[in-house]
């Protein structure tokens, strides 16, 4: 699962990137675009945000070229494999994590019932 190795905070911007993709495997995109779509708590600010989108770019996730627009600092993201199925994976990540809670669940019933039931026979 690609996602797996991702920190939060890297989940986070990954997300937002692959959110502006709207499907498109290359886009123009500001940094105050990015940044409105993070969680507020997370302070993030553009030097922040730069590291993370470096460190995705080191990943593979996406090629980061800076561009100017008008004075204005912009971003051209070009998608690669990995970021393209960003979302693919991350859904296979949640799925994985429910399973294990769920065999974790259904372990924790079991073990209380067989408890239950050599109390009754021994008890």
Do not use: C
């Amino acid at each position: 699962m690609l996602n797996d190795k991702l920190n939060k905070r890297e989940d986070e911007v990954m997300n937002a990137v692959f959110t502006l993709a709207g499907g498109k495997e290359q886009f123009l995109v500001s940094p105050e675009e990015i940044l409105a779509l993070l969680p507020p708590k997370a302070n993030y600010d553009e030097e922040k945000l730069e590291e993370v989108l470096r460190a995705l770019e080191l990943d593979d996730y996406f090629e980061l070229i800076l561009s100017d627009r008008k004075g204005e600092k912009m971003y051209v993201i070009h998608l690669h494999s990995q970021g393209l199925a960003y979302k693919r994976s991350d859904s296979q990540r949640k799925r994985g994590l429910y399973f294990k809670l769920g065999v974790a669940a259904a372990g924790a019933v079991l073990s209380f019932l067989i408890g239950m039931i050599l109390k009754a026979i021994f008890g």
